[in-house]
């Protein structure tokens, strides 16, 4: 048993430390906003993301304290990060590649919600409805495949 | 020792069903990172809706996306940057028991939180005056292209779900500030204070993934 009163000490980071990060976090941002300009395809995607990990990196380890902290708020934070990926990863396969497997048909979830009622899209005309889900009329609300838009678009 | 004892023999701020400061305090955090695990899932749920209906439509997101304040969206995230660093020197102070700085560093902090929320009002505000709305609310006409209302239920909800969290945010670090003046705290106990601090620099760690995300769609 250790004494009743013992306090450990703090462990005091720099202040050089943490003004330093927080620089490095204000110029990845600078550089995340000019590389957004630069027309690169799906990579804008890839180097914004990778960005985004190295400023979430940095205020994980420093701000956090993660870096010097017991490896057990690592595992936890880890576990996050990792059940994260795998709901993200595993729903993209889905989403991504079932047009692969079967036809899909886009069809509204509740033909009788209330957002169908009235034409939201006004842009498009007054008779066009939900754009894409158009929903079914009065007479033909049996035939919910024949509306609406065949599938993601990107196939 | 400057802490006050309880006349037991121990800190006054030790729990008796602790052993020792040090154990009470791991414990703290152990329990904070838990509920930080349940944070970043409940933030995954919507970063999941979004990877999907930016899949499924990657030109309107491209075209909606252009409605956001760039500008904007970046000073707010220099903002939020700016009150992570005043947060963490907040708790250095207060580690090296210097509670004058700590007050100041938490009223920085409290500052850089109503000029982020008042960024966002004015984002907001625009943008309920066009009708960027989400869902059926949504009656801008200025965009072709099929579902831009998906686009900004899920800016509403993203950006919305993570304001409530930055005025929860200053609610917390209010009350720290409160415990601070009050002398509560000192270099052998400032958890509650900790633990604010790593609240607040996750509110600051969605930010930086809701931002390239939303305002910077390549």
Not at chain 1, 68 to 91: A, E
Not at chain 2, 39 to 65: C, D, Q, T
Not at chain 2, 135 to 149: C, I, R, V, W
């Amino acid at each position: 048993m250790s004494n009743h009163t013992s306090t450990p000490a703090p462990h005091v980071l720099p202040l050089r430390l943490y003004l330093g990060v927080g620089a490095a976090l204000l110029f990845l941002t600078v550089v995340t906003v000019v590389i957004s300009q630069i027309p690169l395809g799906g990579w804008n995607l890839v180097v914004a993301l990778a960005i985004a990990f190295i400023k979430a990196l940095l205020v994980v380890s420093f701000f956090m304290h993660l870096y010097y902290d017991h490896k057990l708020y690592f595992i936890i934070f880890s576990i996050g990060v990792l059940t994260l990926s795998v709901f993200i990863v595993l729903t993209m396969f889905d989403t991504l590649e079932r047009g692969a497997v079967y036809d899909i048909k886009a069809r509204p979830i509740n033909p009788k919600a209330a957002m169908y009622d009235k034409p939201i899209f006004q842009s498009q005309g007054d008779t066009t409805k939900a754009s894409g889900f158009a929903a079914p009329t009065d007479s033909g609300a049996a035939n919910h495949d024949s509306a609406g838009q065949a599938k993601p678009s990107g196939h | 020792m400057s802490d006050a004892t309880s006349g037991h023999g121990h800190p006054a701020h030790l729990q008796h069903h602790f052993s020792d400061s040090e154990q009470q305090a791991s414990a703290a955090k152990l329990g904070m990172w838990l509920f930080l695990l349940t944070e970043m899932l409940l933030f995954g749920g919507l970063f999941v809706a979004y990877s999907i209906y930016r899949a499924w439509n990657p030109e309107m997101f491209y075209e909606a996306h252009k409605q956001l304040n760039m500008q904007l969206g970046m000073i707010n995230t220099f903002v939020l940057i700016s009150s992570s660093v005043t947060m963490a020197l907040a708790i250095r102070s207060m580690q090296l028991n210097n509670k004058k700085v700590t007050v100041r560093f938490l009223i920085a902090t409290l500052l850089f939180a109503a000029v982020f929320l008042i960024i966002k009002y004015f984002e907001y505000h625009h943008k309920f005056e066009l009708g960027q709305l989400p869902g059926k609310y949504y009656t801008f006409t200025g965009l072709q292209g099929s579902n831009p209302h998906i686009f900004f239920s899920i800016y509403f909800m993203m950006t919305g779900l993570h304001g409530i969290h930055v005025i929860g945010g200053m609610g917390l670090i209010g009350w720290m500030l409160y415990r601070t003046t009050r002398n509560q705290f000192s270099p052998a106990y400032y958890t509650p204070l900790e633990l604010t601090g790593l609240y607040w620099h996750l509110v600051d760690l969605i930010w930086i993934f809701l931002f390239p995300l939303l305002y910077l769609i390549g």
